[in-house]
T-cell receptor, first 111, second 117 residues
């Protein structure tokens, strides 16, 4: 069965420090990978996606993610965190006709 | 964890017919539900926010008369695609929130794949 794991429920980071939100997946076939962010009382917003090509993908708000096929990971990163980055982050995978979300990671950026 | 179901999981219909998709929160009361649409290789697009007992809030560019949303109870929201056309073929996902305090997390349904012939 297809699955997406985000091993950390909560990530805390100080403003200005780099941040990483982890995502690993278990799928058969070649996946398309996505990151979404959810701010309080709002729907998901698209951050970035990997379909093919360069393993390092750059997205909105200064975020980037690196696709690592051997480790089946797609970690979200940002070099310098902002307090306004505090939100819920969801990793998602599309394989064939299936679209699967991870459980989400709550990011708190402390001033 | 919380469970959200969608029914049907797949539907094929003829052009011009209407299709209803149900989203249910099985073990919690959802004051807010969201409806998304996803095209292959594309990101999710938020269509509307559904609040129990009030009218849905539609995102810009989404036709409210075509995509009817009803959130009649705390455990059920429905999306009706009226007079469906082939371009409405897509993957529709709902998510549910318990609501209440800020930052309440979302729980996603498994999605409904719609094919309009």
């Amino acid at each position: 069965a297809q699955s997406v794991a985000q091993p950390e429920d909560q990530v805390n980071v100080a403003e200005g420090n780099p941040l990483t939100v982890k995502c690993t997946y278990s799928v058969s076939g070649n996946p398309y990978l996505f990151w979404y962010v959810q701010y309080p009382n709002r729907g998901l917003q698209f951050l970035l996606k990997y379909i093919t090509g360069d393993n390092l993908v750059k997205g909105s708000y200064g975020f980037e993610a690196e696709f690592n096929k051997s480790q089946t990971s797609f970690h979200l990163k940002k070099p310098s965190a902002l307090v306004s980055d505090s939100a819920l982050y969801f990793c998602a995978v599309e394989v064939g006709q299936n679209f699967v979300f991870g459980p989400g990671t709550r990011l708190s950026v402390l001033p | 964890g919380a469970v959200v179901s969608q029914h049907p999981s797949r539907v094929i219909c003829k052009s011009g017919t209407s299709v209803k998709i149900e989203c249910r929160s099985l073990d919690f009361q959802a004051t807010t539900m969201f409806w998304y649409r996803q095209f292959p290789k594309k990101s999710l697009m938020l269509m509307a926010t559904s609040n129990e007992g009030s009218k849905a809030t539609y995102e810009q560019g989404v036709e409210k008369d075509k995509f009817l949303i009803n959130h009649a109870s705390l455990t059920l929201s429905t999306l009706t695609v009226t007079s469906a056309h082939p371009e409405d073929s897509s993957f529709y996902i709902c998510s549910a929130s318990r609501g209440g305090s800020l930052g309440e997390t979302q729980y996603f349904g498994p999605g409904t794949r719609l094919l309009v012939l």
